[in-house]
């Protein structure tokens, strides 16, 4: 009954003189697409159903990130993100990088079945696998197509090591596999959250959980005895990044149970930065020439202030006992800001466990295992 009911919202290409609003709803010419499909319960949102040839993406050469092969089952993402990096990859399937990034949601609904596949290959060695390093595989979209649980199965079953980072607490749904999976491989959770200000993220990150929704999250984690570390990224000049704010995120972390902490500030390149811009413009004016100002024509924020943040980070940090830890993302804060973004907070980067001995127990979380990589 409730595929028959999707069945009755799929969509026709439109005719070619009909002018279609922003964001279009029409059929786009997306390599292997079934079917374009509304529905009431996700209203805004439009799904492109897709057969993928293949799921498993290759990291490029000389990047910096602690993983060599992502998986990213959805383009597009409902969360809505103001800031979000990956918006201009939208722009490469022929959608803008504005609404139609959150609200034109690209599905590869046999994303596990192509992956087993691939898994099974001669030539597959094992490496870690990263989901959630472009688009977000717990948004909203995934309570309907449910291709986590297919994806986490086939990885731990072929002894891949796996990570997830996610806004999204429907991850909870999955604990148990998470559970039944981290007994086979080593396996790293991560939760995206650096503001504790509920106004603020319903503005900025409007189709996200709340902040108290996800440090329930993290607390829920832990509590199963899997790792969890959080990215505190992006923190945002004047919006979030007073004493005031960053105490109250870090002792909302604390008091969670997070294993590690890295925290970074607003990155907007191009794609994003156009996006951000508008908004800032239109929600906070005051703030606008300010901003233009603090990241000139460039992605990153000016070196001042990266340093300056990073003191309020280290500091912060200490107080609420995430030890033993560089404090910042941009580690070396160089000229070249490019070679400051690979640091993952303890319990995202998958670890093995000696024999016998679980990896995250419940003090662990305060006693050294904070340290990033």
Same mark, same amino acid.
């Given at each position: 009954m409730d595929g028959m009911r999707w069945d009755a919202q799929a969509l026709m290409p439109r005719p070619a003189e009909t002018a279609a609003p922003t964001p279009s709803p029409a059929l786009l010419p997306l390599a292997g697409l079934v079917r374009s499909i509304t529905t009431p319960e996700f209203a805004g949102i439009t799904f492109? %159903?897709?057969?993928?040839?293949?799921?498993?993406?290759?990291?490029p050469a000389g990047s910096r990130m602690p993983f060599e092969w992502t998986i990213n089952p959805y383009r597009g993402c409902s969360h809505a993100c103001v800031y979000c990096f990956a918006r201009?990859?939208?722009t490469y399937l022929d959608f803008d990088a504005g609404l139609d990034?959150?609200?034109?949601?690209?599905?590869?609904?046999?994303?596990? %079945?192509?992956?087993?596949? %691939? !898994?099974a290959k001669p030539s597959w060695t094992r490496p870690q696998v990263a989901l959630g390093t472009n688009t977000d595989p717990y948004q909203r979209a995934e309570g309907r197509y449910q291709l986590m649980p297919g994806i986490i199965t086939a990885l731990a079953e072929s002894g891949t090591p796996l990570s997830i980072l996610t806004k999204g607490t429907l991850l909870a749904r999955d604990i148990p596999l998470l559970k039944s999976a981290a007994a086979e491989v080593p396996v790293g959770i991560g939760i995206s959250l650096a503001m504790t200000d509920e106004a603020l993220s319903e503005a900025i990150e409007p189709g996200t959980p709340g902040p108290r929704a996800r440090l329930k999250l993290v607390s829920r984690l832990r509590e199963a005895g899997l790792p969890c570390g959080v990215m505190a990224m992006p923190i945002l000049p004047w919006l979030s990044d007073s004493d005031e704010a960053l105490d109250a995120l870090f002792a909302s972390l604390a008091a969670a149970g997070a294993t590690g902490v890295t925290a970074g500030a607003l990155y907007i390149k191009p794609g994003t930065r156009e996006w951000f811009m508008k908004w800032i413009a239109a929600n906070h004016p005051g703030l606008a020439g300010r901003y233009r100002r603090l990241y000139g024509t460039g992605s990153y924020a000016s070196k001042e202030y990266r340093?300056? !943040?990073?003191?309020?980070v280290r500091y912060f940090k200490a107080r609420h006992g995430f030890t033993n830890t560089s404090g910042f993302s941009h580690?070396?804060?160089?000229?070249?800001?490019?070679?400051?973004?690979? %640091?993952?907070?303890?319990?995202?980067?998958?670890?093995a466990a000696a024999p016998g001995q679980a990896l995250y127990g419940k003090k662990a979380a305060f006693e050294g295992q904070a340290t990033l990589f």
């Open positions: 492109h %159903e897709v057969t993928a040839k293949s799921v498993l993406n290759k990291v201009k990859s939208h990034f959150d609200s034109q949601v690209v599905v590869k609904v046999n994303a596990a %079945e192509v992956l087993r596949k %691939e !898994l340093s300056w !943040l990073a003191g309020k580690r070396d804060l160089e000229d070249d800001p490019r070679g400051e973004e690979a %640091e993952y907070p303890a319990g995202i980067i998958p670890q």
